[in-house]
């Protein structure tokens, strides 16, 4: 339906390359990448909802589902507006949202989700070594902090995970997120690009 975003969801803990393996996605005509997180460590820190994100953030919480939405509409409309993205000829690859099931049936208005890619691994060691790198890189306070990112890890598995079972078992493409980048890449491509050519056939 042209209403809705045509759509593809990252899924997968922290530290899992959602963002990293997003943004070169983004890269490719025909995709636009959203990231969640980026979106809110965007936002002026000083204006009332920046302020609400570093309130929850901090500890490793998800923002509220109300504001994370409104949030959520507001930036996908200004970007369709601006021209960076072609709603229902572009894929929508979402990275961080839905968050938790309560998200993902809000969204069910507003979304046509393709595939859910499930970026996972069984040793969460790994991710939280990523995690500390990236914290001293870029700089994340979040994640300078193992307590937080411990806690981001038990939102994730209680808040997160949840939102596998609420699309069909079909959907859902796991994806072995501990290779190399170009390894986790061309699974990934493997999943999306068809998906990709059937909207720019369509
Ligand atoms: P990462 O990419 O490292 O997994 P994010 O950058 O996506 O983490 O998110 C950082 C923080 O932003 C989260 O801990 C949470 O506070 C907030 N956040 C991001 N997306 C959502 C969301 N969909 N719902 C609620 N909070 C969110």
Request: hydrophobic fraction near 40%; charge should be negative.
């Amino acid at each position: 339906m042209a209403s809705l975003h045509q759509a593809v969801l990252l899924l997968g803990p922290p530290g899992s390359g959602k963002g990293t393996q997003g943004k070169l996605l983004g890269a490719i005509p025909g995709i636009f990448h959203h990231s969640s997180g980026e979106v809110f460590r965007n936002l002026d820190p000083s204006s009332k909802i920046g302020a609400v994100f570093a309130e929850y953030s901090q500890h490793g919480e998800l923002v509220p589902d109300e504001v994370t939405i409104d949030v959520w509409r507001e930036n996908i409309d200004h970007q369709e507006q601006a021209g960076h993205y072609l709603k229902g000829r572009d894929l929508l690859v979402l990275d961080g949202i839905p968050r938790n099931a309560n998200q993902a049936t809000i969204l069910d208005a507003d979304l046509h989700v393709h595939r859910i890619v499930h970026l996972w691994c069984d040793n969460e060691d790994a991710f939280v070594q990523r995690l500390k790198k990236r914290a001293i890189k870029e700089g994340r306070s979040d994640d300078a902090n193992e307590a937080v990112i411990r806690n981001r890890f038990a939102v994730y598995r209680r808040q997160t995970q949840p939102v596998l079972d609420h699309y069909p078992a079909g959907l859902i493409s796991k994806v072995d997120a501990l290779g190399t980048h170009t390894r986790v890449l061309r699974d990934m491509l493997s999943v999306i690009s068809p998906i990709v050519e059937s909207l720019q056939q369509a």
